[in-house]
């Protein structure tokens, strides 16, 4: 799959950003992670992989209810167009990788919202069997109600608190620590754990959290 993921996209470097041959395989095989079950199905509507030495700043426009256009910078690490690329942080890409356990991966998040808007919705709901459909829109609403609560109530939460922010941002973020943290993820939210679980296939740390 990783062959094909290279085949198939253009991996990116911009801003004097050097890659090796090894790096852009690292970028690819860590692309398709989350796509073990799905294949490459999973990753139609796009092209190309953008990579950022660093953070980047990005534009963003916002009309209001009076009409009046507002215009401000956000600093990202990652994005996923919908219809368009996905953008990715170097420098945050390798901290994942040198901690690969702490429950981030930039890289997984990012190809969790092009999952979530393969049905023409981002909604923290991604192409799923219709018999399948109903517990998980249950159980991630309850999980997810249950989570902005804690936050906004100040709790301590195992989770990272980004989470809370909107549906398809609790989704990612729960992806992430789905391949990188899956016994947090399992202690504090299982039913969650057990919707990935079936949905990506068993986390490449499962076994090692077994042991």
């Known amino acids: 799959m990783t062959a094909q993921f290279l085949h198939q996209k253009t991996i990116s470097p911009v801003d004097g ?45 916002h ?9 401000w910078d956000d600093t990202l690490i990652g994005e996923a167009w919908e219809q368009g690329p996905l953008i990715v942080s170097w420098a945050d890409v390798q901290a994942d990788l040198d901690d690969p356990q702490a429950g981030f991966n930039v890289i997984v998040h990012e190809m969790t919202h092009k999952l979530d808007a393969l049905d023409g919705a981002l909604d923290g709901s991604p192409p799923l069997p219709r018999s399948a459909q109903r517990t998980w829109a249950r159980d991630f609403q309850h999980a997810y109600d249950l989570f902005c609560q804690r936050v906004d109530a100040g709790e301590d939460t195992e989770i990272d608190p980004y989470a809370a922010e909107a549906p398809e941002e609790f989704f990612a973020v729960v992806s992430e620590y789905h391949f990188s943290a899956p016994h947090l993820l399992a202690r504090a939210m299982p039913q969650v754990a057990a919707h990935l679980e079936r949905f990506y296939g068993p986390s490449p740390f499962a076994a090692s959290v077994q042991r």
């Open 63 to 71: 009309m209001d209810a009076a009409g009046v256009m507002h215009a």
């Open 17 to 61: 950003l050097q890659l090796q041959p090894s790096d852009a395989l690292m970028l690819a095989a860590t692309c398709c992670l989350p796509l073990l079950e799905i294949g490459a199905a999973g990753w139609r509507g796009w092209s190309q992989l953008i990579v950022y030495p660093d953070a980047f700043r990005v534009q963003r426009t």
